[in-house]
Nanobody, 121 residues
Framework: VQLQASGGGLVQPGGTLSLSCTVT?????????LAWYRQIPNQQRELVAMISNLGTTNYADSVKDRFTISRDNDKNSVYLQMDSLKPEDTAVYYC???????????????WGQGTQVTVSS
């Protein structure tokens, strides 16, 4: 599985960014759950948002009401709309495919290169 994330950059606090990720190599993209994670150096990767194959979404408390995850099965892509960005959102953002069972997301082992998001004035 290959995941190509893009859309990161430098933005001022309160600004917006839209991340995109194209996924190839899955047996069935439409059956996969998808997620965005982020990682700060020397810290564990954090689940930011996920979307199931049926469209159920979950968000980390720190981004709820600011970030929106969506998917386009025709384009094998997943997106993350980030509004009202804060300096603490600064991280490398990774997309991931996996499973969604009993209310929890289970990531697969493929991550791709990620995309850097920096929120700073």
């Amino acid at each position: 599985v290959q995941l190509q994330a893009s859309g990161g950059g430098l933005v001022q606090p309160g600004g917006t960014l839209s991340l995109s990720c194209t996924v190839t190599g899955l047996p069935s993209f439409t059956m996969a759950a998808l997620a965005w994670y982020r990682q700060i150096p020397n810290q564990q990767r954090e689940l930011v948002a996920m979307i199931s194959n049926l469209g159920t979404t979950n968000y980390a408390d720190s981004v709820k009401d600011r970030f929106t995850i969506s998917r386009d099965n025709d384009k094998n892509s997943v997106y993350l709309q980030m509004d009202s960005l804060k300096p603490e959102d600064t991280a490398v953002y990774y997309c991931n495919s996996g499973g969604y069972y009993s209310g929890s997301y289970y990531p697969d082992n493929d991550w791709g290169q990620g995309t850097q998001v920096t929120v700073s004035s």
